[in-house]
């Protein structure tokens, strides 16, 4: 069986969102002519949105955002499609760096980015590529952060538009979808129960606020761990407890990081966890649990389940990492819902017809998606729920406007 | 017994911040010399911000923002700590205007607004208050909307800070302040179970998204009404059903607004409602339930409990309206719990004094507080909270700045 | 204005079922010739119980349950409608022991208890009020608790319905009645925020559950403390934390007690907690928080807000006691919602009507009510929701009853 | 690698009680010279409970309760082990049976069933098997409930301890293992969204709820269907819509069967459901979806996803069900998590432990767990959370005990 159509077929009837655009789209092949080059995590949900690029004209490449991320034969179905793929699962670092390269020889028109790495690719070895680029659409916190300060030191060579900025995205896929996504493949990949579980949260982002929802929705006491002083206090008002990483290591029976931060958990708190600990990343890049720090301090490595290694300490307990420290929900499970990746990728497609339609009026800067943008899609969702709401009268939009 | 005294001593052992900034600025008396002129809801919190003031140095002169949210007793208090005091419980629309005049005669410094009655005030009919005028700080969302609309006419002649668009302000007031406030009040003037309910909640903004979580939390079905879409499919996300409120107002129990809109629950929506239908206004005008319709619709209106009258509808059912349809947490209740109006009070405090130091180089524009400000408030929750947080090491600060 | 009047009239519109009962009974008045006598908090709810019953043909005589609870206008309206009526607020243990005696001189055929004051009372001093007696049915967990006692020693000499082991009154009364009434009075009588509090509820039986979830629906962390290994065990799994009250007296903010038992907080609890502490007792007796000892151990008492006293302790710190430590939402309170008692009083009126048929049949023991009536109530309240649910199939029934 | 192994050893981890056990039994061996039939479905964790009952002293012989259920790599190490092992993943129906058949050959002293088909058969076809049975120990609702049917018809043989009714089961187990391993397997078979979605429950039992419970916590709109008066009401009053399968069969996106009941949903409802419906069962049972009309009805059927079936419907429509209808968590998933499991086969060790002592002395009826060894469970599981609880003074004990 052709498992990877099947996969890809079983998220194009919940990507009603797409399945719309394509409908408006599919005549008018508003794309045709232009290459677009994608990295990101390559599985069914991205692969519809690259079929979507196409069936509106456009000529896709597409590599990976994390080589562990890639499906093969979702991949393997792409290209039977007329997709260009450069991803392999088995890839290592070089392999992956090697499909950005391949997607940069495509020299494509538009790039959609999930992390930056082929745009700050192409900003620094491969300068030859931003010749034919008019512009970058970056899915990610992580990507967005680098492109500004990109753009803050005056290297951005051309407009970026930043979808994670946009509502549709950062109020739902952030939440919704990392707060899901990252206890389903915690619970699918421990089969621990949560409820009653101390769970420790580092981080109180759109991210980390949806762990910590859904670790509560499922019976846990949620500690959180903060930096920021007004995100502590509401995740205080919020019915967390929030204290130092330092005290909150030695109670935590999970623990999540989302961040967007290096080392939030490093050696001294991994010497002061219980037996058993089970930690997982949520952020973009494997840096947030100390995963060398913890090679560095571990007496012995063991494979104890699958996507879980357990590393037995000096002092004799035994704690597990999943997915070595990446992003878990990709890495060790499907990635975020269906529909949460219908509402991102509408942002995509319409910031793709965006960029092709404005590039030239746009300043080499990181640019927000017109709120516009952002209306219509949620529009369109709420018309895929078939959920009707109110409009304002003439006498309330007056009121709205006036100050008497 | 002086009840009034009373009051205020009690809300005084919860305001810990402002007894924080007290503490800090009372022998320095950073704001001697100076007239501040307040208009807001006269109880016990705001007359211990209006003592807060004095024991900074200040002279203070204060009249209500709305007449019936006045509390006599601490109003009395408050004259015999020598507070100039213009408001009435009993004032009608008239008098509390000539409150309004009269904190005006006394030509004001600095503004403390609630609504900005006081500030609009001075720039319409009292021009002759602008004179001495150096700055105002306004507390609502309301209010910063109508000084915004006469920013945009070119009409506004001093600097404003925006208190309510400080992340310490409304991630906390308007969220948790109204929500339990808002519910505190239902509860008291009713009796009625919210477990089991329909509560609708009209508008889905930061106030509405706290009466709609603590409907949840009290175990209602909640219903939620919006004109905007990005917020109507965070409602539905959040586990809430939304839906126009032609069809809410057939099934609804319990109904709340808190839209900023007038009008939000009209004539054909009191027609729909079922027998013994409540209503209540959590937005700052009364003018969210179209009283003057149901006041025309109304075959016989009485005094169905304290706060509470009740209107017989043409169809022979009989609805029941809160506090005339006025803001109920405070109509009808004792307003916000003291610790949300200490915070938002020391970003008065700190917006009075910032005002006093920077008026001169401030545009008279509508201005944020600086973040520093919101971080600080932060940090002296956190210490009366009794709670640490995480700080950056080095090497994180470094990471978050860099792009690589 | 009759307040008393138009309290009742307030509460009969939404006890819905007690008015399907009216509708349905009111003719045929089945208990004409009856008298029965009752002790009970006496409040809108109860005087409308008293008044249905009286529409049933019963002769009704009244007192209060607990001197506090009592509220003279409709004690007066009460007697106006012709019941007998022996309670007053101001009324101290003396005349709260006179007034059960006078209930006891009418020689009443069924008793309605609520904390089996009156039943002890025929049982002890009062053998002559036996005569008559017929039954008695019994409202909450600890006036049934004492008539087992009384049962085990062979003391028990007519027939005592539970109703408070009904279904439809342990599983909703105790849950969700107390759970909103008790942090309405305690929200009302504060003005604290209950967001971002360490809340500490003891006992974590349907009261103790329902409070604790309406803790955390109010937006607090909840810590629970228990003797019953279970039940800790389900708080725990209920995402609470669970310790000894010597732990938890240094970190609550605010404290329910729902235990049944006496002594719950005390001396050495008392001198552990943070200034500022707030206690509150939601179980049916004045002992869970040992009011004794906190006198004993104050070096000052004074009156903080009403219902609220203060105690200043050794240690100089403030600790806040409402409603003296009875029974909070009752003494400083309206109650359970009035949608609550109307189930409770559906029971009730369906239990005495049970003995009034059945007494002669009846052991003279504790019954449960048969389980038809739970259901009957149950589907009376479901009428009134509007709410319509599935029936079994004949093959689902079989299904039901076979093994194979 | 040896698989099988890894998964046993990742369980014991997490499995303390039963640690707890085997440290304190291990040596005394207390089940020594007793054959132990065991019918469970067959993974890690019953597969380490099958280890203790060996480490105790027993020889065992075990079979699955459902085909679909076995873990073929668990079970082979089970066999290196020495137990007895007569279960395959590839079984049919006609296998399982002779599965169940090759257990009564052993002719065990105890049994220890799950669903009760082994005990079933041994009362009916298989009666040679009594002769040596000692007693049962079964750990379903639907299994006590076929053998309290037998117990009513006088055809019971042998003691049976209904592990299920003891608190520490079936407040747990039925709550929070299937609430949550239930969420688990449909987020991990289907990856759409939860939150958003109408959810439609039906049966508001233990596991009723806690599959609510979770939907809520995830997100959902909770509509819960019922044919028990009381349990709708307490529905409701949990926040929850109730209504028929009639109307909840038009609006819901994700349907959940915990009745125990058969043909839940059925024809006239699969034609009501939109495009897309998911359909999973949580009952023991693979009745509670008419799959036998699903599959009359359709026109086509085919393979969606692993574990997913799509049907479509005449009327064009596709819906989809998870594992065939059969219970979802462990068909499609691996079953409770493994605390849960932990804290059920502690209670079924100290049940078979009880049996092997007092079988003598036990009438042949369905009888519980002594409440001291629901109590010991909890202690223990109490000790594993490092939780330390109240105990009673003796003050409070006798007035716990005395009724003035």
């Not at 670092?93 to 940069?104: R, S």
């Not at 301090?297 to 357990?310: E, I, M, P, Q, T």
Request: net charge neutral.
């Amino acid at each position: 069986m052709d498992t990877g159509r099947m996969k890809i077929e079983w998220v194009s009837r919940y990507m009603k969102l797409l399945n719309l655009l394509r409908e408006k789209f599919s005549k008018e092949k508003p794309l045709a002519g232009l290459r677009i080059g994608i990295s990101i995590h390559l599985e069914a949900k991205t692969a519809y949105l690259a079929l979507t690029l196409s069936s509106l004209g456009a000529k896709v490449a597409i590599t990976g955002s994390n080589p562990l991320s890639t499906q093969d034969d979702v991949a393997e179905t792409l290209k039977n499609f007329g997709v260009e793929v450069h991803a392999k699962r088995t890839h290592d670092e070089k392999e992956y760096l090697k499909g950005l390269h391949k997607v940069l020889d495509y020299h494509p028109d538009l790039i959609l980015d999930d992390g930056a790495d082929l745009t700050v690719l192409a900003h620094t070895e491969r300068k030859d590529a931003l010749e034919n680029l008019k512009g970058v659409s970056e899915e990610t916190t992580t990507g967005v952060r680098r492109l500004r300060a990109h753009e803050k030191k005056g290297m951005l060579m051309v407009p970026v538009i930043a979808v994670n900025d946009s509502k549709m995205k950062f109020l739902l896929d952030n939440r919704y979808g990392t707060g899901q996504s990252t206890w389903d493949s915690i619970m699918r990949n421990t089969n621990v129960l949560i409820a009653g579980k101390n769970v420790v949260v580092s981080g109180y982002g759109w991210c980390g606020r949806g762990i910590a929802l859904r670790a509560k929705g499922l019976g846990a006491n949620v500690i959180v761990t903060e930096v920021d002083p007004v995100k502590a206090v509401e995740a205080v008002m919020d019915g967390f407890q929030v204290m130092r990483m330092d005290d909150a290591s030695k109670i935590g029976d999970i623990f999540v990081t989302a961040t967007g931060n290096r080392d939030v958990i490093r050696r001294e708190h991994f010497l002061n966890m219980k037996d058993g600990a089970i930690l997982a990343n949520a952020g973009h890049f494997n840096v947030e649990v100390s995963m060398k720090e913890l090679e560095e301090l571990a007496v012995k490595k063991f494979h104890a389940r699958s996507n879980v290694d357990g590393y037995v300490l000096p002092n004799g307990k035994t704690i597990f990492v999943i997915a070595e420290g990446r992003l878990v929900n990709l890495a060790a499970g499907d990635g975020h819902p269906i529909e949460i990746m219908d509402i991102s990728f509408s942002l995509q497609v319409l910031s793709l017809l965006f960029l092709s339609k404005n590039h030239e009026n746009l300043e080499k800067k990181v640019h927000l998606l017109p709120s516009e943008i952002d209306e219509e899609v949620a529009r369109l969702k709420l018309k895929a729920l078939d959920v009707e709401i109110d409009s304002l009268t003439e006498d309330q939009r007056r009121y709205m406007e006036g100050w008497q």
